[in-house]
């Protein structure tokens, strides 16, 4: 055990992750107040029952004290930028917001992932905060992502896999290799094209190579050799005069270069082709969830980011949609 | 704003994600009592003080209520089966477990992401909760990822995509198909290999092929065709003939079936192509983080269970790691 000191207490406390909270009310001239906190948390079923503390330094803090009322607002992923807003000192926090006015007469945010609208139960001491009780009046919810805090930072929240579909297969992925599992992945996405990709007689790399005409239009061969290159596909199976002896590409000069195009017969192949990876893209998102989806995406940046050596420009996506 | 119900109030608050606590103390008679909780939080720096809730009807609550002294564990996201033994009645919670006695008297509970050691300073009405709010006296905190509570569910945790080293390139990513994603991490993963593979003139499916051996040991042509055809690697790319020549395989019966062992060339082209992935297996890992990396691992095996159709069993790994 550490001895006591501020700052490392502090550091402690950052290990018990919390939601992101945003608390209302208004003050004596009826002008709407909030401040962020994450000191929420439930109490009771019967009467229902929650709290907050609030500093007793707070600006805030006779506002809270007076008005008798005061709604919390339990913050989606996406209100990030709304909760450092509310946890910046003398700006009009409100100011471009739209807002409602809730039951118990204080300001309704939107867009949050809950609301409670609460009457004063309870007003405790707590040291250097004001511990608040509140009897929660009326309530809603939004099936939205959570704002996530911990160690001091922002957070995403994913359900933990045992809950997850793969749990039906326990002992399938004792593989616990990243390269392994983001190879496996990969494969697996594409596996809904196989049938079609061998159908038209289309090796992967030709994929890539039609996909990213349809997607950036006209390329230069230098640009699509490099992207080639970046994709891993060895020099010998360059796809592209392949393509164009089969009439799904043309030779075209872009900006003096040597380059191609897609034909009217190579754009129809492509579209169908990317049609049924959007189509599995959806179907996986809704499998998956908005959210685990978006923190796989938010991971998988990160791994590119990291393993990126100075090939990404190709890929970068200037105007339009890879596939 | 819904009608009050209790049901949904419950569901309402389970949009506030926590952490988990288990939190000690000792009963009357000195025997170690304990309850998962995740109605911890933080209240004041100075003095320091947190607080938690206890049912009113809970069996431990006089034991809470007279013994002065309680220490919360912020749990780690491996104590999933510790909150749920600490979350069940009438069992013998601490059967079996190493415990240690804190300073205040309490167990302590090991393998936590934080202690806080508190003694009582106020036990608040809460409805059918006493608030107990205690002055920590002492605190430890290890680097442990998270148990975290959602909806009802266990979750975990990820930094968000804004704090990431992907936030150096604001507009890089702007791609958001999870496909795209997944296949240029595993194309970028797989550029750190790039080089070996050029030099010893091997294609992507042949390096699957010897990896697979080298990891599984000799195998059936049948099972072979099969892990490459799960791969998507098309039939014309087949890398066992042209191994063979280049006396990297050498064929060998399997139960009666031809199959294919590594030679010791082939082992030892492989073996370092092997240790290069796990550098880099390393190297990411370290870089994500070891929270990230989990959370990342758990969403690729949802989506590869989520997109097997059928060819998992053939990469199934039964005694080994593949690469």
Same mark, same amino acid.
């Given at each position: 055990m550490?001895?006591f000191?501020s700052?490392e207490?502090?550091h402690?406390l950052?290990?018990?992750?919390t @939601?992101?909270?945003?608390?209302? =009310? ?5 002008? #709407? ?5 994450n000191s ?9 029952l929650v709290l !907050?503390?609030?500093?007793?330094t707070a600006?805030?803090? +006779?506002?809270f004290?007076?008005s @008798?009322?005061w ?8 209100? &990030?930028g ?10 009009d926090?409100?100011?471009? $917001?739209e807002t409602e006015?809730g039951?118990?007469?204080c300001?309704?945010?939107t867009g949050? /992932?809950? *609301?409670?609208?609460c009457?004063?139960?309870f007003?405790y001491?707590g040291?250097?905060?004001l511990?608040?009780?509140g &009897?929660?009046?009326a309530?809603d919810?939004?099936?939205k992502?959570?704002l996530v805090?911990? @160690?001091?930072?922002?957070?995403l %929240? =994913? ?5 997850? #579909?793969? /749990?039906?297969? #326990?002992?399938?992925?004792s593989e616990d290799f990243l390269?392994? $599992?983001? +190879?496996? %992945?990969?494969?697996q996405f594409?596996?809904?094209? *196989?049938?079609e990709?061998e &159908?038209q007689? $289309?090796?992967? #790399?030709e994929?890539? %190579?039609?996909?990213?005409?349809l997607q950036?239009?006209t390329q ?6 490099e992207?080639?290159?970046?994709s891993?596909?060895?020099p010998?199976f360059?796809p592209?005069?392949r393509l ?5 590409l043309?030779a075209q =000069?872009v &900006? ?5 195009a ?5 754009? %129809?192949?492509?579209?169908r082709?990317?049609a049924?990876?959007?189509? *599995?893209?959806?179907?996986l998102v809704?499998?998956?969830?908005? !959210? ?6 938010n ?6 980011a $990291? ?7 190709v !890929? ?5 949609r890879? /596939?």
């Amino acid at each position: 055990m550490t001895d006591f000191k501020s700052q490392e207490f502090r550091h402690a406390l950052g290990a018990f992750t919390t @939601g992101v909270t945003i608390v209302t =009310t208004c003050d004596a001239d009826g002008e #709407p107040v909030g401040v962020t906190a994450n000191s929420f948390n439930s109490v009771s079923l019967d009467p229902p029952l929650v709290l !907050w503390s609030i500093a007793k330094t707070a600006r805030s803090l +006779g506002a809270f004290a007076h008005s @008798g009322h005061w709604t919390v607002h339990v913050l989606s992923a996406e209100q &990030e930028g709304l909760s450092d807003r509310f946890a910046r000192r003398g700006e009009d926090k409100f100011a471009g $917001l739209e807002t409602e006015t809730g039951s118990n007469g204080c300001p309704l945010l939107t867009g949050c /992932a809950a *609301r409670f609208q609460c009457r004063t139960s309870f007003e405790y001491d707590g040291g250097d905060h004001l511990i608040l009780v509140g &009897e929660v009046v009326a309530f809603d919810r939004e099936d939205k992502a959570p704002l996530v805090f911990h @160690g001091g930072r922002y957070a995403l %929240a =994913t359900r933990k896999g045992g809950e997850s #579909p793969a /749990a039906d297969e #326990p002992h399938s992925f004792s593989e616990d290799f990243l390269g392994y $599992l983001v +190879g496996r %992945a990969h494969y697996q996405f594409l596996g809904a094209l *196989r049938g079609e990709l061998e &159908e038209q007689g $289309l090796t992967d #790399p030709e994929f890539f %190579a039609l996909s990213t005409l349809l997607q950036r239009g006209t390329q230069s061969q230098a640009a699509l050799d490099e992207l080639m290159r970046h994709s891993g596909f060895l020099p010998q199976f360059s796809p592209l005069t392949r393509l164009a002896a089969r009439h799904l590409l043309e030779a075209q =000069t872009v &900006e003096g270069a040597p380059g191609y195009a897609l034909t009217a017969s190579g754009r %129809a192949v492509v579209v169908r082709l990317v049609a049924v990876a959007k189509a *599995r893209e959806a179907d996986l998102v809704e499998k998956l969830g908005q !959210w685990d989806a978006r923190v796989l995406k938010n991971l998988l940046k990160q791994m590119i980011a $990291l393993t990126d050596n100075g090939t990404v420009k190709v !890929w970068h996506p200037q105007d339009g949609r890879a /596939a």
